[in-house]
């Protein structure tokens, strides 16, 4: 349907003057100027009969056209008779399938007619198309539904008025209870908060006067230290002694401080075991281990540290960082082979 189009060729609007019931003869040339041929059965047919002007018109009202190929010519003769009016007419025509489908360019042909018996009140034929009828209908139904509906409303509301004032009256008194209500509950409101204040100010003081109470404690052991020995660093009490070896677990260390586990977290492994191997050699600064590990389930790193103690002058301690995946899946496996190893070697020492 895309490819069928239609070219014609001279004159598409004619025009005549003739007069009353004569008959005459118009001839439009046309082409298939698409690219495939035309379908079996095309016409070239009036579309406007239905109109005044155009049935007054006499004559044909469809016209056989041939099968024309790409590039195809034919030319088109319709027979048509001036009406017996004196006046102006006009008809359109166009080319049609067979399914009533249209195609092409309308043409026209005007007829004025002069004398005749009864002269026309010069009523020009309007071409109008389906849809403006549909749309006018459409129109005047809503027009007539909105004027049933203003009158319906109009005889309503005289009933309905006395209820529609009660309806008013007992709402307007419903928003005075409803703004007492809210009144109240507003002042309901600040006194609760009030009260909360209050008692924020109360525990508040009662912080203060404990956190007071468990600084003094602090303070004192403070000054004991500072009266006491200058000449050494404080040690720790109560750890054992004749400890030879010390396993410690890296990947449970970098969750015990909040720091450590923030940049552990935020993919800072390398500064957060640094700063476990800090800790370390500052704890055995503190007391006498010959030997200790600080072992992780996966590093890159390996380490010695070199440090000496603050108990026994002198005395080398070696801190060893390391990784048990080169050996053991993890580190507690690792730390479990050790230790059983320590055992086999030395009966008489004593593992925790």
Known sequence: FRRMKVKYQGETKHTFELLPASTFKVCWSICNHGKGAWEKGVKFVRVNKQEKGAAILGGEE???????????????HVSLTAPLYGGKYRTYWMLV??????????????????????????????????????????????????????????????????????EKDENEEMNVVVKREEDSDEEMSVVVKQEEDEEMVRVEQRGRKEKKHHREP?????????????????????????????????????????????????????KAELAIEKFAVAFLEQVYIPNTTLVYDNTRTYRQY????????????????????????????AIVQWISDLKQRSSTKLVV
């Open 62 to 76: 469809e016209v056989v056209v041939q099968e024309l190929a790409p590039g195809g010519r034919q030319e088109i």
């Open 218 to 270: 602090k303070e004192k052991k403070e000054r004991k230290n500072k009266d006491g020995d200058k000449d050494h660093a404080p040690v720790l009490e109560e750890w054992p002694e004749n400890i030879t070896h010390l396993f410690l677990d890296g990947n449970n260390m970098l969750f015990v401080c909040t720091c450590i586990r923030s940049m552990a977290l935020k993919r800072a492994r390398g």
């Open 306 to 333: 070199k440090t000496t103690s603050s108990v026994l002058a002198g005395q080398e301690q070696i801190l060893t960082v390391c990784s048990a995946t080169r050996t053991h899946s993890n580190s507690d496996d």
């Open 97 to 166: 399938f067979a399914d009533g489908r249209k195609f092409g360019k309308r043409v026209s042909v005007k007829v004025a007619v002069q004398g005749g018996e009864e002269p026309n009140k010069r009523v020009k034929p309007i071409h109008r198309r389906e849809d403006d009828d549909i749309r006018d209908e459409r129109r005047r139904i809503k027009r007539a539904r909105k004027e049933r509906s203003r009158v319906d409303e109009e005889g309503e509301s005289e009933g309905e008025s006395e209820e529609i004032s009660k």
